[in-house]
Nanobody, 118 residues
Framework: QVQLVESGGGLVQPGGSLRLSCAASGSIYRPNVMGWYRQAPGKERELVAVISSSGNTNYADSVKGRFTISRENAKNTVYLEMNSLKPEDTAVYYC????????????WGQGTQVTVSS
């Protein structure tokens, strides 16, 4: 079983920045894809960004150019640098890890709240 622990959420003003971190432990799938998803009130969970073990990335169109995903494989940790934050970025952000070869092998973090408001 894989455990994911997220940190870094909070309240920030529009135009501000936040950095989320997610550390994985336990029986980690290898190779894997790690990523961030978010869910706003009344909306479905959506992909924000993902990164493979080899560093290939994919972003939602709404965050391209503002968010950057990265990872440290030695630490089993994924990061999400969020810049130029907008009120519409407000959501609970969830970390995810899944096996590259078997998408049914996946785990979720508990979520961290990001609120963008003046």
């Amino acid at each position: 079983q894989v455990q994911l622990v997220e940190s870094g959420g909070g309240l920030v003003q529009p135009g501000g920045s936040l950095r989320l971190s997610c550390a994985a432990s336990g029986s980690i799938y290898r190779p894997n894809v790690m990523g961030w998803y978010r869910q706003a009130p009344g909306k479905e969970r959506e992909l924000v960004a993902v990164i493979s073990s080899s560093g290939n990335t994919n972003y939602a169109d709404s965050v391209k150019g503002r968010f950057t995903i990265s990872r440290e494989n030695a630490k089993n940790t994924v990061y999400l640098e969020m810049n130029s934050l907008k009120p519409e970025d407000t959501a609970v952000y969830y970390c995810n890890i899944r096996s590259t070869y078997n998408s049914r092998l996946a785990s979720w973090g508990q979520g961290t709240q990001v609120t963008v408001s003046s």
